[in-house]
């Protein structure tokens, strides 16, 4: 498993009050004209995650629980 370095960036705010994110983050969170993303708020912090146009696998949960019906 690779280890990522946690990085800081520096975040300005237009006139318009809109975020402008360095390129890097840009580029690495696959954001684009267009694009889709998650911001989830929690006490302390915003969680930022990558463009629903950048995913490269997506997992279904039909259930996420046992009826025990089955022979697993």
Known sequence: MV???NEIY??????????????E???GFGFVK???ARLEEQ????TL???TSALSKIYIEP????NLQCRT
Request: aromatic share 0%.
């Open 34 to 36: 267009g694009a889709v």
């Open 63 to 66: 259930t996420n629980r046992c």
């Open 43 to 46: 006490e302390n912090n915003l």
């Open 25 to 27: 983050i840009m580029r």
């Open 10 to 23: 520096k975040i300005d705010i237009d006139d318009q009050g809109h975020l402008i994110l360095p390129q």
């Open 49 to 51: 995650s990558k463009s």
């Open 3 to 5: 280890e990522r370095k």
